[in-house]
């Protein structure tokens, strides 16, 4: 299978920690991309978005949940757990890429000139950030529960956040997701997710994945 991705993408990011957590990373290579500016994604999805996982059939899966389904079923259902717990962690992604959807359209749009409606779209982007910082500051019995797909997305879309908007001081505003990221960040899947320079995933097969990057 071939992975196309952008290093920076907080859903490519959400695949490639998917795949280190699934061990499942000699099945995949990297294709990395500028959905962009690079046409070539276009012919396999014609979104041309990443992430795109093009099958060894040639067919193309997209987008970010659907990859993340067929590859955990792929490994047994290791990262979505039966029914009843799917929902709660199928939530969990929701909210993870709600997070990454509402920075991104925040950071494009501010972007462009400053005029009423972008500023309304901004600010309807900065009330979805908010309210799903603050769903998951006061309800955070999740941050507890066994590592699933849902943590893996809110991860990545947390890390984005603190890339893209530093100005939003997020931290602050959520103590106890703050310090439960911390130690969600450490794990190999994360750290590796996090490396902007791999090309394969054979990198990810030594013992010691290399340290903070
Ligand atoms: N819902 C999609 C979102 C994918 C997405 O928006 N990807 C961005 C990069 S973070 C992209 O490829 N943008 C290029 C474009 O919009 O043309 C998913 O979960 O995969």
Redesign the pocket.
Known sequence: MQLFY?P?????R??LATIVELDLATRVSLVRID??TDET?RRHNP??????LLLDDGSAL??????ARYLDTLSGHMLIPPVPRTWDALRREALG?GL??AV?RRFVDRLGPHDDRLDRVVTRQEAAITAILDRLETAPDWMQAPTDLGHLAIACALD?LDGRSPELNWKTRSPLLAAWFHDFRARPSMKIAADPIIGTFRSINIPHPPAEV
């Open positions: 952008a920076r993408s907080p859903f490519s959400k695949i959905p962009w994604l979104a041309s978005k990443v992430p795109t997209f987008d970010s949940p659907v990859i890429d990454a959807e991104i984005y």
